[in-house]
Each structure stands twice: as structure tokens, then as C-alpha cells.
């Protein structure tokens, strides 16, 4: 447990007050949470203080080595007006996880939901009210070291902070156009594809761009070794339907084990469904597009919760999905998730932990 000191803010922000233009990112809320850790001490002094700037070395690890990692999740206002979270411990472990291969101290599980609790709990005013909108909770320990040896901080700080956003699909879902990249890679084996750090988005961006100015919406990533496989899609898992089964990669090194890929695999298993976790090749699934047998494609994350899509253009080959629309499958597990997560369905799961 731990003893987390709260200092109010004496100046708070008005809050928006158009929620449907909230965007995403944009707007922080009052507080945020800290802890520091220094070795000797361990982890210490966990508190929720006023949002403001932080004051670090200009030497600080995080700067030069980029040593610092995040997590991503929401919370969601139920009609009754009260304030629930998805799956907190699985961002806690999966933090865990990526602290282990950055040679950052563990943060014990139960001490990162307390944290989070505490922090919406003092915002909770902030969690906007409107259908499909929510708070997002960004959690992040950056190394504070002032020191430009390469080799691991001997001080960190464990911050969050807290965004509300717009709902995802204030126009309906629109399903998407996607762009295999085959010169850029995302990740490679013995790489940190699996965990949540900055690196890996910064490499990112260049393909991320790339497929903008051609007019895609995102990149459809292959693995760094053959680039053969199918990986991820931006930032998001991926979903394949051929032949009435359902594809996605395997968690093993490369990819990112999302907590939204992990909850539709268990809802799809209930549901009757095979579901393959492992290899599967672009060309199979350009194969099977030419076939007729590509069902559905979709990615899966935190801030969509799925996303359609529609086309998948690969070279000079393009595969057309669904006819445009969004499939049967991938709408059930939007509407199933979202229900949950809003509390209009029933949590048969274990899944949701309110908020006081
Ligand atoms: C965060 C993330 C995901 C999705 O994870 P969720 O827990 O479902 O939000 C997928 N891929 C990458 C690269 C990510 O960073």
C-alpha cells in the first residue's frame, strides 16, 4: 500500500465545455501523480500534486538514452454517473514487464491501480460525461540520472497524468486504408517490440508519414527479420478473419501484448471461435484476399477499441476487405468491449474496477 500525500490545486482549470470537441491529448486535467525512486530508498514520496512542469537536469538519462517507458488506459463514465476502469492490472504488469527490460525498478501491480485509482478518483470531474468520450490515464517513469554514462539510472520518477478525450468514432466507424511497409520495420527479435517505450515510436514515425502522404491512415508493420509476417498496424494489434477463422501475431518478442488483443482473443474463444496466435504471411493474406476468404481485418487498441479495415495495399497488389463496411465479427467485439467498458453490460469477466 502506499502512503500517497495529496496537495489540491488552488487555481483549477475550467473544465471544457464543448465535449465533443475534446480531441485527443490535448487538454490535461489538475493534478498528477509522482513518485520518485533513488537507489537505496527504492520507490518513495508517492504523491498527487498540481499538473505542472518538471524541473529535470538537462543531463538526465531520459534525454540522451531515452531510458523511460508509458502505459495507456481509460476511464469510463457509466450512465449512473459513476467511474469505472478496464483492466488496470494489465497495464500494472504490462509496465512491470517493460520496466524488466529497461533495468527500471518494479513498481509492485498494487501500488500502480492504487495510484491510479487515487489520481481519477481526485479527478473525477474531469471524466467527461458524453457518449463514447473518457479520461485518458497516461502513466510514464522516465530516468533522471544526471549523468551521460550509458548504463542505467540510479533515479527515476513514476508520473501520471490525465487527459479527457473525445469519443474515437464521433462520425460512426469508418473503416481504413492501410499501407504494408516493407523498407521501415517497427521491431526486431531481441529488440523491445513487446514493451511500451518511446524508442520505438520515434522510430516509427518516419513510416507513419510515409503512409500519410500517400494517403493511408497507417502502416501495416511485417517483421524486422524476413519481413514476411504480419506484426501490428501503428500502434495498434491486428486481427485477420479468413476462412471463418481468426489470425493474429503471437506475443513473442516482436509484438506488443495489448490488453485489447488479449481481451478479444478470450471474448472470440468464448464465442466459439479458433483463434491463431502465431505466424502469418503477408502473401497469405494477399492470397487469400484474390481468393475470396479475407472476412474481416481489424486492429485493436486502447484508444479505437477496433479498427476496421477496409484495404490493404501491399506493393503494386491491393486487397479489398468487407466491401468497405465493417464486419460482423469485428462489431460484435466493438459493441461487447464498449459495453463493458461503459458499463452497459453486465462485467461477466472481472474486468472492470470501479472508482470511489
Ligand atoms: C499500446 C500498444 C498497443 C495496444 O495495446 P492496448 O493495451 O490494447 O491499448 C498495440 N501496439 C503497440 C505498439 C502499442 O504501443
Redesign the pocket.
Known sequence: MLDIKITRTETPKAKPQDESKLGFGRIFTDHMFVMDYDEGQGWHDARIVPYAPLVLAPAASVFHYAQECFE?LKAYRRADGRVQLFRPD??AQ?LRDTHERLCIPAIPVEDFVQAVKALVSVEKDWVPHLDGTSLYIRPFTIATMEQLGVHASSSYQFLIICSPSGAYYAEGINPVKIYVESEYV?ACPGGTGAI?CGG?YAASIKAGEKAEQLGYSQVLWLDGAERRYVE?VG???IFFKIGGEIYTAATVGTV?P????RSCIELLRDWGYTVHEGRLAIADVMKAAREGTLEEVFG????AVVSPVKQLDYGSESAQIGGGKIGPVTQKLYDTLTGIQWGRLPDEKGWIQPVD
Open positions: 495507456g494489465c497495464n504490462r517497427r511500451k520505438n501490428e500502434s495498434m494489434n506488443l495489448g490488453v485489447t488483443r485493436t487498441g486502447t484508444a
